[in-house]
């Protein structure tokens, strides 16, 4: 069994979020990797493989291809970094391409600070679309959160590597 770590990010928070997560795995002793989705897609999971998705959250949950265009616009406005893996898919086109599966997974998410009900949740789309795959959550979805300059707020890597720990011992 893997654990992997399956994500999309605009600005690198979610990507930095998704690697807390894997260390967090690793250091309890579970095999972990972190993928973008366009490497998940290019390297789909296997059978047997643990799926925890995640994404940021854009207009209550997951992007689209003209907010992840509109995010891109932004940054250079903003004076953001564009994550790496940006220009690929989206996780809700990868999800939308899955495989059906009978396998484990969670669902994490980034959004910016403040009640969800205001704010959405991307991992509640996440997690609607593993179990419509066919896939059994292990995990309550969790957000991370992020100040509205697009940083993380303070102690959520920590949060995030203590929530890998956590998936470990529910595996």
Same mark, same amino acid.
């Given at each position: ?34 993928? /973008? ?38 940054? /250079? ?95």
């Amino acid at each position: 069994m893997t654990v992997l770590v399956i994500y999309e990010s605009m600005y690198g928070n979610t990507h930095r979020i998704a690697e807390a997560i894997v260390r967090g795995l690793t250091e309890a002793g579970v095999p972990a990797e972190v993928r /973008s989705t366009a490497e998940a897609q290019r390297r789909p999971p296997g059978a047997g493989d643990v799926l925890v998705v995640g994404a940021p959250t854009h207009g209550h949950g997951l992007s689209r291809e003209n907010s992840r265009e509109q995010a891109v616009r932004d940054a /250079s406005r903003h004076h953001l970094d564009v994550d790496g893996s940006a220009a690929g898919p989206g996780v809700r086109e990868w999800l939308a391409a899955l495989d059906a599966g009978t396998g484990r997974a969670a669902a994490f998410d980034t959004r910016v600070k403040g009640p969800a009900m205001l704010t959405g949740r991307a991992s509640q789309k996440i997690v609607r679309a593993l179990q419509e795959h066919g896939y059994e959550l292990v995990a309550e979805p969790e957000s991370f959160l992020v100040t509205m300059g697009n940083e993380l707020v303070p102690g959520e890597e920590e949060r995030a590597l203590a929530w890998g720990r956590g998936l470990a011992d529910t595996l």
